[in-house]
């Protein structure tokens, strides 16, 4: 191949390749998690088995679960669904790193984080769970109050 074909082909990696480093930044979204969560939807699967919980079902069975996202990566979550079935106030922190959503907590003395695989799509938090053999998980879908 001659050498200004080359040269040709080479300039025009270099330009696709800046074209791309300056405009992607503008595709990504700036995902802003402050404010009010509310609960509307959770599914999760057993084996094959997948079931779903609607924002109707929520309601009528009295399940309530909101995050409280505070600028300083403060959390206060509020849920009746945290494993004694009344209602309860957790403090704690939050981090956002890429797909993880790292919620600490402490409960009955004890430090808890919860990693979700985290997913922003349409204004609503997806926020899943895999069981460590991959068995069972669970979405939870959450959207601004």
Same mark, same amino acid.
């Given at each position: 191949?001659?050498?200004?074909?080359?040269?040709?082909?080479?300039?025009?990696?270099?330009?696709? @390749?800046?074209?791309?480093?300056?405009?992607?930044?503008?595709?990504?979204?700036?995902?802003?998690?402050?404010?009010? &969560?509310?609960?509307? =939807?959770?599914? &999760?699967?057993?084996? =094959?088995?997948?079931?779903?919980?609607?924002?109707?079902?929520?309601?009528?069975?009295?399940?309530?679960?909101?995050?409280?996202?505070?600028?300083?990566?403060?959390?206060?979550?509020?849920?009746?669904?945290?494993?004694?079935?009344?209602?309860?106030?957790?403090?704690?922190? &939050?981090?956002?790193?890429?797909?993880?959503?790292?919620?600490?907590?402490?409960?009955?003395?004890?430090?808890?984080?919860?990693? &979700?695989? @985290?997913?922003?799509?349409?204004?609503?938090?997806?926020?899943?769970?895999?069981?460590?053999?991959?068995?069972?998980?669970?979405?939870?879908?959450?959207?601004?109050?």
């Amino acid at each position: 191949m001659e050498p200004s074909k080359i040269l040709t082909i080479m300039k025009r990696i270099i330009i696709v @390749f800046f074209t791309l480093f300056l405009v992607a930044p503008l595709f990504s979204q700036e995902i802003d998690l402050t404010g009010s &969560w509310t609960l509307f =939807e959770m599914i &999760w699967t057993q084996g =094959e088995e997948v079931n779903k919980t609607t924002e109707n079902q929520i309601k009528d069975q009295g399940m309530t679960s909101e995050y409280y996202f505070m600028p300083d990566g403060k959390l206060k979550l509020i849920s009746n669904m945290t494993g004694s079935g009344n209602l309860e106030t957790v403090d704690g922190t &939050w981090k956002l790193e890429g797909d993880k959503l790292t919620c600490s907590f402490i409960m009955d003395a004890n430090s808890v984080d919860i990693i &979700w695989d @985290f997913e922003f799509k349409d204004d609503v938090m997806h926020l899943k769970r895999t069981s460590p053999d991959g068995s069972t998980s669970v979405v939870n879908s959450f959207k601004r109050k």
